[in-house]
């Protein structure tokens, strides 16, 4: 009998046990999707503070640039130390310092082959390039006028390939001068960017030019 009524009475006590068992589970999930809704309420609100934050950031008004000055004494210093190169001009493109060569200086008429007086103004130049712009890309534009290919019909197609075959003459003598391959971008603008307007003999020889920018980006 002992045994009988202990065999009876171990099943009964597990069954006192389950619904403890039971609203302990509830509690701790109760407490689990407590926490997950104060997490989630302090994402929002974290997320709101830096949607505010930015916006804040993007409506200050953006600092004066205090370069201004030193821009301008750069582009004189630049001026001053390719002074008296005949067809020679230096400025500003796009806020970046250019030096405009007339073809007149480097190429004959009808020609993509550097006159040998032009070496002088172009190692000029090649210092400049070293001295203040190392490591600093360099973009080297060729530009021609409207007049229509004649003494290299069959050679070149059109302006654009004159104007880069041109540039590329230039930057080969500046390579040559100790200014690595890897510093330039050359382009062939043909007629297509003029200096000035106008079909006048003076204005096409104006817009006949290989231009050197310095870039604002380093290699």
Do not use: W
């Not at 916006?55 to 301008?72: G, L, M, V, Y």
């Not at 493109?93 to 020609?111: C, P, Q």
């Not at 007086?117 to 210092?127: D, I, K, P, S």
Request: aromatic fraction near 6%; include cysteine; glycine fraction near 8%.
């Amino acid at each position: 009998m002992a045994l009988r009524h202990l065999l009876i009475l171990i099943p009964v006590s597990l069954l006192f046990a389950l619904p403890s068992c039971s609203n302990r589970y509830e509690d701790m999930l109760r407490e689990r999707d407590a926490q997950l809704r104060d997490l989630s309420a302090r994402n929002a609100d974290l997320r709101a503070q830096l949607a505010e934050a930015e916006a804040r950031k993007s409506s200050e008004p953006k600092p004066q640039e205090a370069t201004a000055p030193r821009s301008d004494d750069e582009l004189k210093s630049v001026q001053n130390e390719l002074s008296g190169e005949q067809g020679v001009s230096v400025f500003r493109r796009d806020g970046m310092i250019s030096i405009g060569i007339e073809s007149a200086v480097t190429f004959d008429s009808g020609s993509f082959k550097l006159k040998s007086q032009a070496e002088g103004t172009l190692r000029r130049v090649a210092g400049v390039l070293k001295g203040k712009y190392g490591g600093r890309k360099i973009f080297v534009a060729g530009h021609t006028d409207t007049d229509p290919i004649q003494k290299l019909k069959g050679v070149v197609e059109d302006n654009f390939e004159l104007s880069f075959k041109r540039a590329k003459a230039v930057q080969n003598f500046l390579e040559r001068q100790g200014i690595s391959e890897n510093a330039f971008v050359i382009v062939g603008y043909g007629q297509y960017e003029p200096k000035v307007a106008g079909s006048s003999s003076t204005a096409k020889a104006q817009n006949r030019r290989v231009e050197i920018t310095v870039s604002n980006d380093r290699l």
